[in-house]
């Protein structure tokens, strides 16, 4: 439940600070990192023993499809809405793609960054809390699914840079990715 102010606390530090969110987020999570290490006195995993919780990621509909699956579909279909359909997905896009004719229009464009950096951080927390649900625990080490993530993004367009992207290109580069 802390995820949404680490993600406030990336979005601040790339707009006060000026430093490029990609280079903010990754220094922060090796920060993040280390305080895990802490939390948990060097513990390297964490293991879930509810069954309840493991089921949220573990289980089968019909015994064929994973409900992973079916999370995964529900989250994108949603970003995909608020995305597209949405103010917020609309304002977030121009000001990817022209910052300075967005703030000049008069939108108060810090706030909306703010919330993109917020969302963002809650939906890592969203993820890693099914990803601990599958594998029955939480590791305060990073884990290897980085460089793939990164990878997925740029693979289907999304620039290193930012700018321009959305949940559409990350599935179609996920998926890409994973064929």
Not at 56 to 77: D, E, H, K, N, Y
Not at 149 to 176: N, V
Request: glycine share 12%.
């Amino acid at each position: 439940f802390i995820q949404p102010l680490f993600g406030l606390i990336n979005g601040l530090i790339f707009k006060i600070g000026k430093i490029p969110s990609f280079i903010a987020t990754l220094a922060t999570m090796i920060i993040y990192q280390g305080v895990a290490q802490l939390v948990v006195a060097g513990q390297y995993y964490l293991f879930a023993t509810n069954q309840a919780f493991r089921a949220i990621a573990i289980s089968f509909i019909g015994g064929v499809i994973p409900l992973m699956t079916i999370w995964a579909l529900l989250l994108t279909i949603m970003l995909i809405f608020i995305a597209l359909r949405t103010k917020f997905g609309r304002v977030v896009y121009s000001i990817g793609a022209n910052y300075e004719a967005t703030r000049l229009s008069g939108i108060g464009v810090t706030k909306y960054q703010l919330a993109a950096f917020t969302i963002s951080g809650c939906l890592a927390g969203v993820a890693g809390g099914l990803a601990a649900a599958q594998q029955g625990g939480a590791s305060a080490l990073p884990f290897p699914i980085l460089l793939p993530a990164i990878a997925a993004a740029t693979i289907a367009g999304t620039p290193i840079t930012g700018g321009a992207g959305g949940p559409h290109r990350a599935l179609l580069g996920s998926l890409m990715l994973a064929i």
